[in-house]
């Protein structure tokens, strides 16, 4: 009688394999596969096409930016942002759930230790015979472990490291940010020392003027309206003043916020010191998959839609759990540690779902639509930093050409300026031509400096748009 029972286990065991073997074959979770991206062959509008790999995105910012304060300034902003602050705490976050991921290939222990009351119908069976009440006392352990037959523990796993490493990710697109918004903020900074330099030499200059003007009218050369134009443009000069000491107020209180600090005055270079890589090597298009932290989470965020769309094409075929279940149980307390107080059962069995209200294939459904989603914002993320790279390209080569412009501009409305002085005091000239050569020379010298300032930021983004500033 006990080989044939024998027998009839082992065939059950074996049909159980081969049924468990024939389904997996069915369905087995994909491996992630880097989709083709056509996108990275013209992603760069510009004709200096690149020639190697190369990039200036592979240079620290500390060798790009070599200025002394801003060098301490971006240390101090990378040790106290906010921003760079909640996002490692975003980090250790996904760290977390990544740690729980890989811990589910483990069983699961659950113990429990309890007393059961009860008190009985002293007409019923149970009452007359345990005297109306029954205590029970139990120690009990329970094991619970799922075999990852389909794989979608494993694709659990993956889309919990892909999370984390999107987070990372993220991260370092924060540091990226916020070198370079140090270092815009920076040179901004600067911009406003040379204009407000300039302008306080105009404020002088023009002063001195309104008292020649005034002697000129004295002696009938020229009229009352000279005299008022030359203290209104005296006046524009130091409302211009103010303005830019109100700006650089403002602006170093916006680089204390990026550098995790309460409102101050910051020391600085000046801006005609500032030279910054001149050979600006951008590398191949392919290399904004690796550099740039934006583009590498938006990938980590299709990886994770991949693996979860794994898990939910795993859900339409069955589980297999195993559950064991042990402990000691006794009606009476000192009799519970007691070897006859032992009990144990094992229980394993497939588990497939057969109608859940459409519940699983609504689950594939949204996962494919959102694995599509992020495959589209993978794409739009590279284009976005095609386009920002071939932005700061073309703004530098522009403004590199303007600011030669603009110097012969300045050139020669100061040679204006100081003719049409000489020819108003000799009686040859109109008082208008003067302040009219005055006031373009000085916007033309304010140009200069914003077109320099141009050329520091468009490095910066494009520093920045390649994937520098994280390394």
Same mark, same amino acid.
Do not use: C, H, M
């Given at each position: 009688m006990i080989p044939i029972l024998k027998n009839k286990l082992f065939k059950h065991a074996v049909l159980f394999i081969v049924s468990v073997g024939t389904l997996q074959s069915c369905f087995v979770a994909k491996t992630y596969e880097r989709p083709q991206v056509e996108e990275t062959q013209n992603l760069f509008r510009t004709d200096a096409l690149? !020639?190697?790999?190369?990039?200036?995105?592979?240079?620290?910012?500390?060798?790009?930016f070599t200025d002394p304060y801003l060098q301490k300034y971006i240390d101090e902003g990378l040790q106290n942002n906010i921003d760079i602050r909640i996002a490692i705490q975003q980090v250790l976050a996904a760290e977390a759930y990544a740690k729980q991921g890989k811990a589910a290939y483990f069983p699961s222990l659950n113990g429990k230790t309890f007393v059961t009351h009860q008190e009985l119908s002293k007409n019923s069976q149970f009452g007359s015979f345990f005297n109306s009440s029954l205590d029970q006392f139990e120690i009990t352990g329970n094991v619970s472990w799922e075999a990852d037959i389909w794989g979608k523990i494993r694709s659990n796993k993956r889309a919990f490291e892909a999370d984390y490493l999107q987070s990372v990710a993220a991260h370092q697109a924060v540091k990226s940010r916020l070198v370079a918004n140090i270092a815009s903020t920076y040179y901004q900074l600067m911009s406003l020392d040379a204009q407000l330099e300039i302008t306080k030499r105009s404020v002088m200059v023009r002063d001195s003027s309104v008292? !020649?003007?005034q002697a000129l009218k004295d002696a009938g050369n020229v009229t009352q309206v000279a005299v008022d134009q030359n203290i209104a443009q005296y006046n524009n000069a130091r409302a211009l003043q103010v303005d830019l000491e109100t700006a650089i107020f403002q602006t170093e209180n916006t680089l204390s916020i990026l550098?995790? /600090?309460?409102?101050? /005055?910051? /020391?600085?270079g000046v801006l005609d010191d500032q030279?910054?890589?001149?050979?600006?090597k951008f590398g191949m298009p392919i290399a904004l998959l690796s550099n740039r932290p934006d583009v590498i989470a938006s990938e980590y965020n299709l990886v994770r839609a991949f693996e979860l769309t794994n898990v939910a094409r795993s859900n339409f075929y069955p589980s297999l759990t195993v559950t064991a279940t042990g402990g000691l149980q006794s009606l009476q307390l000192d009799q519970l540690l007691n !070897?006859?107080?032992?009990? %144990?059962?094992?229980?394993?069995?497939?588990?497939q779902p057969i109608f859940n209200q459409r519940k699983i294939r609504t689950q594939k459904e949204v996962?494919? %639509?959102q694995q599509e989603q992020a495959l589209m914002e993978f794409k739009r993320s590279l284009l976005v930093a095609g386009q920002e790279v071939s932005n700061a390209l073309y703004s530098y080569d522009q403004e590199t050409i303007k600011f030669e412009y603009r110097e012969l501009e300045v050139e020669a409305l100061r040679n204006a300026e100081r003719n049409s002085n000489e020819l108003l005091k000799n009686g040859y000239a109109n008082y208008l031509d003067l302040l009219t050569a005055r006031q373009s020379a000085l916007n033309a010298e304010l140009n200069v400096i914003d077109s320099k300032l141009q050329q520091l930021l468009s490095i910066v983004d494009l520093y920045e748009a390649l994937g520098g500033g994280w390394k």
């Open positions: 690149p !020639t190697d790999s190369l990039s200036i995105a592979d240079l620290s910012w500390k060798n790009l008292t !020649t003007i550098l995790g /600090e309460q409102p101050q /005055e910051y /020391e600085r030279n910054l890589e001149s050979d600006l !070897t006859n107080s032992l009990f %144990a059962n094992i229980v394993g069995g497939l588990t996962a494919d %639509a």
